[in-house]
């Protein structure tokens, strides 16, 4: 297990983080990295359907990630 992986605890068993959604997250990792935005918004929709994809699987659908149509107001998006 990596300094940075998670336990996640089901009620039906236990596995990793990382074992769930690693390649979708490593895209968006990269597009980050190589600041590639123009892929962004693809990469990250693909790891949220893989999320939502996940809990539909582990009997969560109630869990659901979605982006909001607009940033909340108090989140200063000014470049520095």
Not at 40 to 68: G, I, T
Request: proline share 8%; charged share 30%; net charge negative.
């Amino acid at each position: 297990m990596s300094d940075d992986d998670h336990i996640i605890d089901t009620g039906k068993g236990t596995f990793l983080l990382s074992e769930l959604g690693h390649v979708e997250v490593a895209n968006v990792k990269k597009v980050i990295e190589d600041q590639t935005w123009d892929q962004f918004d693809d990469a990250f929709e693909k790891m949220v359907s893989q999320a939502n994809a996940y809990h539909e699987l582990f009997d969560k659908p109630f869990l659901r990630w979605k982006v909001p149509d607009m940033p909340p107001p108090d989140l200063d998006l000014t470049p520095r």
